[in-house]
């Protein structure tokens, strides 16, 4: 036995995305192409710079960047609530709304997990299966044991999402369930507005303690429609949190922007848990990043600034949509008989193709075209220069997998 005080650590078998980023960076082959990382470039390949964000760095300057106060830049935390709630919800203008400024939707979903374990410790926590494994690893790390609800049938091939309702019903009652409102990550396919309310009446009858996770807004059907869901519950008096992130609608990944939002009954509750949050962050990382938070803060309350913005993530979320079916028609092109559906109704930045872990291991030797290994598609990846050879690869496992039953 080792004497060594690091004698028994165990070695980190990697992320299962980012390492495949890792991965595709060491890789020589000058035609290869990066679907795995959840990033949204343009038709060059490129991560954007939005006009808005140039704007607001160009009117902000930058001179020296003081600490932050631990719960964020106040601008900032104010446009979160407008931008995720509504400018005129009864919850924010009643101040029954805490908000924070997070170190991205992680960040935002480990204070989550960090707060509820503090104040709801014990208590059965549910994520979707398939989901962002991140759920997984955020909540255990602060002591929860995590268990998974139906969203993917592998026979069929698509969301089981009545199945999910179902399984929400029968969790235990107050249990924490993770839900994504908007562009479901990996699998693209969201709950109807039926399946909704219907959740959110078992929520609040079953005293459930939902943590929405919106990292997507403004990816599915606009902004403000993206956030009808929230913003209803809100309305209906759940009790309930949102992660938010602006890593990919303001492609600002490296800056870290994200926010929590904590909707109570109260604004006296409201304080005494932004309280609590502050200290959650004071024992984790002490306060925020500045200048990315700034620049968010300018875009979104300046009118003008604003409405670029909301145009630039239209721009976004079309091209993604017009990807899918250009997708979808070059994989027929080659393959007419492969079920190619699922491409153009999912949404969002990503598509879940059901592929089995060979099968995307073979598409990355074989064509250099990089998928993580659940089968998971980055269609913001996609470009008019790289779309038809990643359709000829898809082609040819989708036809592997109708063979094979």
């Given at each position: 036995m080792s004497t060594s005080l690091f004698g028994t650590v165990q070695p980190?078998?990697?992320?299962?995305?980012?390492?495949?980023?890792?991965?595709?960076?060491?890789?020589?082959?000058?035609?290869?192409?990066?679907?795995?990382?959840?990033?949204?470039?343009?038709?060059?390949?490129?991560?954007?710079?939005?006009?808005?964000?140039?704007?607001?760095?160009?009117?902000?300057?930058?001179?020296?960047?003081?600490?932050?106060?631990?719960?964020?830049?106040?601008?900032?935390?104010?446009?979160?609530?407008?931008?995720?709630?509504?400018?005129?919800?009864?919850?924010?203008?009643?101040?029954?709304?805490?908000?924070?400024?997070?170190?991205?939707?992680?960040?935002?979903?480990g204070i989550a997990a960090d707060f509820l374990a503090v104040h709801t410790p014990g208590r059965v926590v549910a994520v979707s299966d398939p989901t962002w494994e991140n759920h997984h690893g955020l909540f255990q790390r602060a002591g929860?044991?995590?268990?998974?609800?139906?969203?993917?049938?592998?026979?069929?091939?698509?969301?089981?999402?009545?199945?999910?309702?179902?399984?929400?019903?029968?969790?235990?009652?107050?249990?924490i369930v993770i839900l994504q409102p908007v562009c479901h990550n990996p699998t693209g396919t969201d709950f109807t507005r039926q399946q909704q309310d219907a959740v959110?009446?078992?929520?609040?009858?079953r005293r459930h303690?939902?943590?929405?996770?919106?990292?997507?807004?403004?990816?599915?059907?606009?902004?403000?429609?993206?956030?009808?869901?929230?913003?209803?519950?809100?309305?209906?008096?759940?009790?309930?949190?949102?992660?938010?992130?602006?890593?990919?609608?303001?492609?600002?990944?490296?800056?870290?922007?994200?926010?929590?939002?904590?909707?109570?009954?109260?604004?006296?509750?409201?304080?005494?848990?932004?309280?609590?949050?502050?200290?959650?962050?004071?024992?984790?990382?002490?306060?925020?990043?500045?200048?990315?938070?700034q620049i968010v803060a300018e875009v979104l309350n300046d009118p003008q600034l604003h409405q670029m913005w909301e145009d630039e993530v239209a721009s976004m979320r079309n091209r993604m949509i017009r990807m899918r079916a250009h997708l979808a028609n070059a994989i027929n092109a080659h393959e007419p008989s492969v079920p190619t559906a699922f491409l153009i109704e999912q949404r969002g930045m990503f598509s879940y193709t059901g592929l089995s872990a060979d099968a995307v291991i073979s598409m990355r030797n074989n064509d250099a075209v990089y998928l993580i290994e659940t089968g998971r598609v980055c269609v913001a990846g996609l470009t008019e220069g790289n779309v038809d050879a990643v359709a000829a690869s898809l082609a040819g496992a989708l036809k592997l997998k109708q063979q094979n039953g």
């Open positions: 980190y078998a990697g992320d299962p995305i980012l390492s495949l980023n890792d991965a595709f960076g060491q890789d020589p082959r000058t035609n290869k192409i990066n679907l795995s990382i959840g990033v949204y470039t343009d038709d060059l390949g490129r991560l954007p710079v939005l006009d808005s964000v140039m704007a607001a760095q160009t009117k902000l300057g930058f001179g020296a960047r003081p600490y932050l106060p631990m719960d964020g830049h106040g601008a900032y935390r104010a446009a979160v609530q407008r931008l995720v709630f509504g400018d005129d919800h009864e919850a924010v203008q009643s101040g029954r709304i805490a908000t924070i400024q997070t170190i991205g939707g992680t960040g935002a979903v929860f044991a995590t268990q998974t609800f139906p969203w993917w049938d592998s026979v069929r091939g698509e969301a089981s999402t009545d199945k999910a309702v179902d399984a929400i019903a029968a969790l235990p009652q107050g249990s959110t009446q078992l929520c609040l009858d303690v939902v943590v929405f996770d919106m990292a997507y807004q403004g990816f599915g059907d606009g902004v403000d429609l993206d956030a009808s869901w929230v913003r209803r519950c809100a309305s209906a008096g759940m009790t309930f949190f949102v992660a938010n992130s602006f890593s990919k609608n303001f492609s600002l990944y490296g800056e870290r922007c994200g926010g929590l939002s904590v909707v109570t009954p109260s604004a006296v509750e409201a304080s005494l848990v932004l309280g609590q949050l502050k200290l959650a962050i004071r024992r984790s990382y002490s306060n925020g990043p500045t200048t990315g938070p």
